[in-house]
């Protein structure tokens, strides 16, 4: 890897500042991660290891200011790595979804019928919200440290780093509600940069809350 120019720059930078100059300089090694990305999560069950990999890398921009030099090798070979030790949070990750997010438009569409299927939406979002704030912090760890009960670290850290936490997550959000509410217009877009600007995102609420390594 070799430094960047950027790496010159004061750590504090407004963080919106540093999230735009970071992203231009590092907007082909983002397209490129994204690419890797859509391709290791075309069999869905891998999106475990394809997220750790993903937040790996972009927290390693985030908080290195490096340039990677090989960046679709450096993620196959995070892949690869952590392929078994991701794939259980990537399971579970996807099953809240499927159930949580199939609850959201099913009692979203009751909502008319009565109270109680607004409070069942609004726990069914509440549960997807709390999945993203903590899955923010778990994917980065997963391939960070080897340590156990990384669950209950990370919704910690959630806890504890709440407020770059919760911003975090509510751009990422608009980020990908915006592509699909725009598709097919956001298709190249999406195929590009989709997944991996709302990491890059997700990464600052991450590398900002730990000591550069």
């Given at each position: 890897m070799?430094k960047?120019?950027?790496?010159?720059e004061?750590r504090?930078?407004?963080?919106?500042?540093?999230f735009?100059s970071l992203?231009?300089d590092?907007?082909w090694?983002?397209?490129?991660?994204?690419v890797a990305?859509l391709?290791s999560c075309?069999p869905?069950?891998?999106i475990?290891?394809?997220?750790?990999s993903?937040s790996?890398l972009t927290v390693q921009?985030v908080?290195?200011n490096?340039?990677?030099?090989?960046?679709?090798r450096?993620y196959?070979?995070?892949f690869r790595q952590?392929?078994?030790?991701?794939l259980?949070?990537?399971?579970?990750?996807l099953?809240i979804h499927l159930?949580?997010?199939g609850?959201?438009?099913?009692?979203?569409s009751?909502?008319?019928a009565g109270?109680?299927?607004l409070?069942?939406c609004?726990?069914?979002?509440?549960?997807?919200?709390?999945?993203?704030g903590i899955?923010?912090?778990l994917?980065?760890?997963?391939a960070?440290t080897?340590?156990r009960?990384?669950?209950?670290?990370a919704?910690?850290?959630?806890l504890?780093h709440?407020?770059?936490?919760v911003?975090?997550?509510?751009?990422m959000?608009?980020l990908l509600l915006?592509?699909?509410?725009?598709?097919?217009?956001?298709?190249?877009?999406?195929l590009c940069?989709?997944?991996?600007?709302p990491a890059?995102?997700?990464?600052?609420?991450?590398a900002?809350?730990?000591p550069?390594?």
């Amino acid at each position: 890897m070799k430094k960047k120019s950027a790496a010159q720059e004061p750590r504090q930078q407004s963080v919106p500042l540093r999230f735009l100059s970071l992203a231009v300089d590092n907007l082909w090694n983002l397209t490129k991660l994204n690419v890797a990305f859509l391709i290791s999560c075309i069999p869905l069950v891998t999106i475990g290891p394809a997220l750790a990999s993903l937040s790996h890398l972009t927290v390693q921009l985030v908080q290195d200011n490096e340039e990677i030099s090989s960046p679709v090798r450096s993620y196959f070979s995070c892949f690869r790595q952590m392929f078994f030790r991701a794939l259980p949070a990537g399971l579970l990750t996807l099953l809240i979804h499927l159930v949580f997010g199939g609850g959201l438009l099913v009692y979203g569409s009751m909502m008319q019928a009565g109270t109680q299927y607004l409070l069942l939406c609004s726990c069914s979002l509440l549960v997807l919200l709390l999945t993203w704030g903590i899955s923010l912090h778990l994917y980065p760890m997963l391939a960070l440290t080897d340590e156990r009960n990384l669950l209950a670290q990370a919704a910690i850290r959630a806890l504890q780093h709440m407020r770059r936490t919760v911003i975090a997550v509510l751009i990422m959000i608009a980020l990908l509600l915006a592509q699909l509410l725009t598709f097919p217009v956001s298709l190249p877009l999406t195929l590009c940069l989709g997944a991996a600007l709302p990491a890059f995102v997700g990464s600052f609420a991450y590398a900002d809350s730990v000591p550069a390594a």
